[in-house]
């Protein structure tokens, strides 16, 4: 998607795509990381979300990298804490005990710049970008986290019915992005509590392991 879209919808507060509670979906499959107290997880399109703060109060660490600024600054009020900010590269880096986060686009963010990631929690970032955009998006993430391990929550429902984002995702798309780099393993399946803006879908949470 353009930059300008994501830009215009904080700008406009048409910020649907956040949820007012903690993921329930990570809660129930986090353990299968195999994650430790202190370990770091980055959240890719992360906007500002609870997911975060609940994160953190298990006692792990946070990275994550965010298009819009107003949505981090939204993260660190809720927070309830200060950041320092400063310049990494293109982007800006929103810094906290515990917490990390960079503001621009996700492909000018480079591994030094990310440093070492444990896993990954993708609920937001595979599913806002159009099919067009997801081999790139997946060699990316491959890449700037060394293959760290994944969980992956995805969604299918009639495209038909409504335009992305969040856009429709076959097990054929998840297998065709991250396939030979992972070892692909579906841990959850079955119909997403409301649908998408009104519409049935099938939610889906994947465990991505490193060949």
């Given at each position: ?7 215009d919808k904080w700008q406009k507060n048409e910020i649907g795509f956040h949820e007012p509670d903690v993921n329930p979906l990570l809660v129930e499959h986090i353990s299968a990381l195999g994650l430790e107290p202190g370990d770091r997880i980055f959240l890719p399109l992360c906007g500002k979300t609870l997911d975060i ?159």
């Amino acid at each position: 998607m353009e930059a300008q879209f994501w830009q215009d919808k904080w700008q406009k507060n048409e910020i649907g795509f956040h949820e007012p509670d903690v993921n329930p979906l990570l809660v129930e499959h986090i353990s299968a990381l195999g994650l430790e107290p202190g370990d770091r997880i980055f959240l890719p399109l992360c906007g500002k979300t609870l997911d975060i703060a609940w994160l953190l109060s298990q006692g792990y660490r946070v990275v994550g990298v965010e298009l819009v600024e107003l949505a981090i600054e939204q993260l660190f009020a809720e927070l309830e804490l200060e950041p320092d900010i400063s310049r990494a590269g293109t982007l800006l880096c929103y810094q906290a005990p515990g917490i990390d986060i960079y503001v621009g686009d996700l492909f000018d963010l480079s591994v030094d710049e990310l440093g070492t990631v444990d896993a990954v929690y993708d609920r937001a970032a595979f599913v806002a970008l159009p099919p067009e955009m997801r081999a790139s998006y997946a060699k990316k993430m491959t890449e700037v986290t060394h293959s760290a391990d994944q969980l992956l929550i995805t969604f299918e429902y009639d495209q038909s019915l409504m335009s992305g984002p969040p856009f429709s995702s076959t097990h054929s798309d998840v297998e065709n992005s991250y396939q030979p780099a992972y070892q692909l393993t579906l841990l959850s399946e079955g119909e997403m509590p409301g649908g998408l803006k009104g519409h049935p879908a099938d939610e889906f949470v994947w465990l991505l392991r490193q060949e």
